[in-house]
């Protein structure tokens, strides 16, 4: 049995939303099991992982919720953004077109998730930078106007995966302690 729950300080839930592979699932696993695949394998029904961090003397069990390929057809459910702290908004940098929905699921963030939900924009697969569609500037300048976290970052190369996610934890830490 799990004895975790009783002695963890926080539990967050947090969300990985963005267009049909962009990179999502590998970048959570990446996160939860250090693993990455190279062919995309879409799952049925919500998937989630969880991870302890530690923050101070704190102990956070972050538990992140995956899309099960329900993006594809724009039919994510208001349960899933349910209690969610924080969200992981992912573009592809070699894909315009999935740059250009952000605004989308942003909106529909802003619908479904709570006021103050943690928010970071992700452009990932960094390491395709010959085939860049959307330049970092211009990524990071919008996370900006939106009030948005913002890294580029590669699940293939695990490069800021384990950044991004520590980012989003500390900050949701900091706002609702
Ligand atoms: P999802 O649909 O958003 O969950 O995307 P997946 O995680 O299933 O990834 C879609 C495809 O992109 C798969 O073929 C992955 O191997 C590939 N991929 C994911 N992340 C990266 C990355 O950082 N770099 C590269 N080069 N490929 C990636
Ligand atoms: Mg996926």
Known sequence: ADTFDE??????????????GVGKSNLLSRFAKDEFRLDSKPTI???????NIKVGDK?????????AGQERFRA????YYRGASGAVLV????MRSSY??????????????GEEMVVVL??????????????????KGYAETEGLC?????????????????????RIYHITR
């Open 122 to 139: 992700v452009g990932n697969k960094c390491d395709l930078d010959q085939s860049r569609e959307v330049e970092k500037e211009e990524g």
């Open 76 to 79: 994510i459910t208001s349960s």
């Open 100 to 113: 250009e929905n952000v605004r989308k699921w942003l909106l529909e963030l802003r619908e479904f998730g």
């Open 59 to 67: 102990l956070i069990k972050a538990q992140i919720w995956d899309t």
């Open 150 to 170: 913002f890294m580029e970052t590669s699940a293939l190369k695990n490069l800021n995966v384990e950044e991004v996610f520590l980012q989003m934890i500390t």
């Open 91 to 94: 573009y592809d940098i070699t």
């Open 7 to 20: 002695e963890c300080d926080y539990l967050f839930k947090a969300v990985l939303i963005g267009d049909s």
């Open 45 to 51: 029904g919500v998937e989630f992982a969880y991870r």
